[in-house]
């Protein structure tokens, strides 16, 4: 399985972006996926998950109210609009897969993931 995500960049405090993470190798539908960052200086940190039918939904309380999470099984991506942005979300952005039989479970910890993505940067200025 390979991840491929995409759309990091520079936007001001308050903009918006949209990352996407394109998933190839193996049938989508069966996996659940997150996002996670990583700051300079700091450690990784879950951001969102969905599960593979995309009814289930969790974020990180920093990003809550901000950012959504959603899938497109159709085009094997998942999706990461991220709205309200602040300086603190400054980070590598990665997308992680894991594979689950069932429908609605979503993951939080990194080690439950067995793909990741090779990351994408963001950059929010004041």
């Known amino acids: 399985v390979q991840l491929q995500a995409c759309g990091g960049g520079l936007v001001q405090a308050g903009g918006s972006l949209r990352l996407s993470c394109a998933v190839s190798?193996?049938?989508?539908?069966?996996?659940?996926m997150g996002w996670f960052r990583q700051a300079p200086g700091k450690e990784r940190e879950f951001v969102a998950t969905i599960s593979w039918n995309g009814g289930s939904t969790y974020y990180a309380d920093s990003v809550k109210g901000r950012f959504t999470i959603s899938r497109d099984n159709a085009k094997n991506t998942v999706y990461l609009q991220m709205n309200s942005l602040k300086p603190e979300d400054t980070a590598v952005y990665y997308c992680?897969?894991?594979?689950?039989?069932?429908?609605?479970?979503?993951?939080?910890?990194?080690?439950?993931?067995?793909?990741w993505g090779q990351g994408t940067l963001v950059t929010v200025s004041s």
């Open positions: 992680a897969a894991a594979f689950t039989p069932v429908a609605d479970l979503t993951y939080l910890r990194g080690y439950e993931y067995d793909y």
């Open positions: 190798g193996r049938t989508f539908n069966n996996y659940v």
